[in-house]
């Protein structure tokens, strides 16, 4: 019989973690990592377009080729998040060698550590290990993480879902919005539904530590369509809810902020409707709210905005495709709020300017808002788009412009 493990949390702030591979694993692995402060060394040929992402926007280090035993140079932990045997050996055989604790996704009888079950709930952090039974500690984890969220909110009833009372044996598909970033923002029911998801097909923006409370023999299809960069065709998404539901598994389109705000959810629903495969749309909290919010702005506020507007601005104001009246818009008192809108923000501004919006107009500029990575720009409506390029400010942000920016400032 084999020893019981030692718990221990690790205190990752500024040490080095090494992770090899750049697939589905390690797309659900790195966010915690980097939640704990780790120094992470990504090696790997190739990356999901969630890594890419993070490296792009300086959360790791990236070395795009194979493991080479240097590579634990300094390293305090050794994550193999591939599925080659050999390979896999290989870099845990180096790890002991250089006497550094070492997870494997392969083969956790060869691993010199374990990933436990994991849920957050404020400060507390709960990990569960089930003497390597994955399942084992995830029914226990859930199981914690219910008793935690009761103790905060009221006894309510829930409702069953439809497909849940019928017997229905066919898969289903659930549109749930993941919310503005941090994790702890998702609803009750979202969260419910990502721990009996079979398959769960994430964007870029979904907050990384819900992936990594996910089963561990869920399927996560990394959906991400980074901006400007690598994309996999809409098309091609609804393929995989319809052939996955088809094929009986409880699929979760898990998307930053709302389906339906610029998620195109609405293309997703009707593709699985046409397919005759039922959907669940649960409602996530909007960045266009909670970004502003969490930096301090308020999208109303009495005697200052009676109303607010959200627009899209990934199509410059002066494209023929552009859909939206910004000359009108520039005519209104309330708020603007400008989501995907960094890269033709110049043009914006300087079209709502040139149809009345006044240029000394508070502005405001919140990337990746309610995270820890959360950074604030306020500006004037003339000079917030310079100010954002100097301050190097990145997608995800929001745009926020209009009288409400300064309101609470004391």
């Known amino acids: 019989m084999s020893a019981s493990p030692y718990p221990l949390g690790l205190r990752l702030d500024g040490r080095r973690v ?19 402060g780790a120094d992470v060394l990504l090696v790997a040929p190739e990356l999901t377009p969630a890594l890419r992402a993070r490296v792009d926007a300086g959360r790791l280090h990236w070395v795009p080729r194979r493991f080479v035993p240097e590579d634990l140079d300094g390293a305090w932990l050794v994550q193999v998040a591939i599925d ?19 997870v494997r996704a392969d083969d956790r009888t060869a ?50 879902d439809v497909e849940a009372t019928t017997g229905a044996t066919t898969g289903r598909v659930a549109l749930v919005g993941a919310g503005p970033g941090d994790p702890e923002l998702i609803t009750v029911r979202g969260w419910r539904l990502l721990t009996e998801a079979d398959v769960v097909v994430a964007d870029r923006l979904v907050p990384g530590l819900l992936l990594d409370e996910l089963r561990a023999d869920v399927e996560l299809v990394d959906a991400s369509k980074v901006p400007y960069g690598p994309s996999r065709a ?24 709302d389906p339906y705000v610029f998620g195109r959810g609405g293309e997703e629903l009707l593709a699985c409707a046409e397919a005759g495969v039922p959907v669940t749309v649960v409602p996530g909290v909007t960045s266009s709210i909670a970004a502003p919010a969490a930096a ?16 899209s601005g990934h199509v410059a104001p002066d494209s023929p495709a552009s859909l939206v009246r910004w000359d009108a818009l520039a005519g209104l008192r309330g708020t603007l709020v400008i989501l995907m809108g960094l890269k033709n923000l110049a043009a914006i501004t300087a079209t709502l300017i040139a149809h009345g919006r006044p240029p000394q ?45 300064g309101a609470l400032d004391g």
């Open 18 to 36: 090494v992770v090899v591979g750049g697939g589905a694993v390690a797309t659900r692995r790195v966010p915690a990592l980097l939640d704990a």
């Open 84 to 102: 080659d045997p050999m390979a896999a050996a290989a870099v845990s055989a180096v790890a002991a060698e250089r006497r550094i604790f070492c």
């Open 111 to 160: 691993a010199t550590a374990w990933t436990p079950a994991v849920t957050r709930h404020g400060p507390v952090t709960v990990a569960v290990l089930g003497g390597g039974d994955p399942r084992r500690a995830m029914t226990v984890r859930d199981a914690i993480r219910d008793l935690l969220a009761v103790r905060d909110t009221a006894p309510t009833r829930v409702r069953p």
């Open 234 to 257: 809409q098309e091609e998404i609804n393929r995989i809810l319809v052939d996955r539901a088809l094929a009986g598994a409880v699929v979760v389109r898990l998307k930053g902020g």
């Open 296 to 311: 301090g702005i308020p999208v109303t506020h009495r005697g200052v905005a009676h109303e607010f507007t959200v627009v």
């Open 361 to 405: 107009t508070p502005a405001a500029v919140v990337q990746e808002g309610t995270t820890g990575a959360q950074r604030v720009l306020r500006a004037t409506l003339a000079t917030v788009a310079a100010d954002t390029l100097a301050a190097d400010l990145r997608p995800p942000a929001v745009v926020v412009v209009g009288d409400v920016v």
